[in-house]
C-alpha cells in the first residue's frame, strides 16, 4: 500500500526566505506526483504536476522534483512572502493519473 | 467555467440520517473523484468514475453510494450517517491523460451528531 510522507509537519520562516518541503512514497511505481496548495477553509489548488519521467517542473517561484527511484519529492520555494502562508500537500497518483494518495500536509507560515 | 462546485457548504445530521452531497463540474472531464479530508490524515479517496456509467471503490467507500449517469454530475449519497462520517468531503476532477491536473471543489463540512 502506497504512504506518503511529508517533513516537517509545520515550517514558520521570515518574509523572504528560501525553503524547502519534503515529501517521500513507498512504492516508486507512480504515473505523476502532484503538489498542491490549501488555505483554511478552502478547497486544494493544483501547484505543479510531475511525470514519472520527469526530473523537476517550476512554476514562477516554486520548483518541483522528483526522485522517483528514491522516493523522494521537493517543493522548493525561492523568496517566500506571507501570501505564501498556506498549506502544501503533495500526492501520488497510480493506475493510469488516478487514485491520488496524499501526504498530510506541511503546514507552511511566513511572517512578514 | 464555474469549475467545480459542490454543495452544501455544510451540514448537520443526526446518526442513521440519509443525505446526498452534490457535485458538479462544467469543464467536460471525464475523471471524477470523492475525497475525505479528517485531522491527522491527509485526503483519502472514497469512489471514483472515469465516465458516465461507471463507478469504482478508492480507500475508504464503506458508508458510501454513488453513480454517475452524466459527465458533469457526481452525487454521493450518505446511507445512514455515522459519527465516524464527520468529515470535510471534496469533490474533484480531471481529464483523463495522466498529465492532467486534478481540480477540487471548495468542499462540504459534515457533522454527523
Known amino acids: 500500500k502506497q504512504e506518503v510522507t511529508q517533513i516537517p509537519a509545520a515550517l514558520s520562516v521570515p518574509e523572504g526566505e528560501n525553503l524547502v518541503l519534503n515529501c517521500s512514497f513507498t512504492?516508486?511505481?507512480?504515473?505523476?506526483l502532484q503538489w498542491f496548495r490549501q488555505d483554511p477553509g478552502k478547497g486544494l489548488t493544483s501547484l505543479l504536476l510531475?511525470?514519472?519521467?520527469?526530473r523537476e517542473q517550476t512554476s514562477g517561484r516554486l520548483n518541483a522534483s522528483l526522485d522517483k527511484s528514491s522516493g523522494r519529492s521537493t517543493l522548493y520555494i525561492a523568496a517566500s512572502q506571507p501570501g505564501d502562508s498556506a498549506t502544501y500537500l503533495c500526492?501520488?497518483?497510480?493506475?493510469?493519473?488516478?487514485?491520488?494518495?496524499f501526504g498530510t500536509g506541511t503546514i507552511l507560515r511566513v511572517k512578514s | 467555467n464555474a469549475g467545480v462546485t459542490q454543495t452544501p457548504k455544510f451540514q448537520v445530521l443526526k446518526t442513521g440520517q440519509s443525505m446526498t452531497l452534490q457535485c458538479a463540474q462544467d469543464?467536460?472531464?471525464?475523471?471524477m473523484s470523492w475525497y475525505r479530508q479528517d485531522p491527522g490524515m491527509g485526503l483519502r479517496l472514497i469512489h471514483y468514475?472515469?465516465?458516465?456509467?461507471?463507478?469504482d471503490q478508492g480507500e475508504v467507500p464503506n458508508g458510501y453510494n454513488v453513480s454517475r449517469s452524466t459527465t458533469e454530475d457526481f452525487p454521493l449519497r450518505l446511507l445512514s450517517a455515522a459519527p465516524s462520517q464527520t468529515s470535510v468531503y471534496f469533490c474533484?476532477?480531471?481529464?483523463?491523460?495522466?498529465?492532467?491536473?486534478?481540480?477540487f471543489g471548495p468542499g462540504t463540512r459534515l457533522t454527523v451528531l
Open positions: 512504492d516508486s511505481a507512480i504515473y505523476n
Open positions: 500526492a501520488v497518483s497510480g493506475e493510469y493519473g488516478n487514485k491520488l494518495v
Open positions: 469543464m467536460n472531464h471525464e475523471y
Open positions: 474533484a476532477s480531471r481529464l483523463t491523460g495522466v498529465t492532467d491536473t486534478q481540480y
Open positions: 468514475s472515469v465516465g458516465a456509467g461507471i463507478t
Open positions: 510531475i511525470q514519472s519521467s520527469q
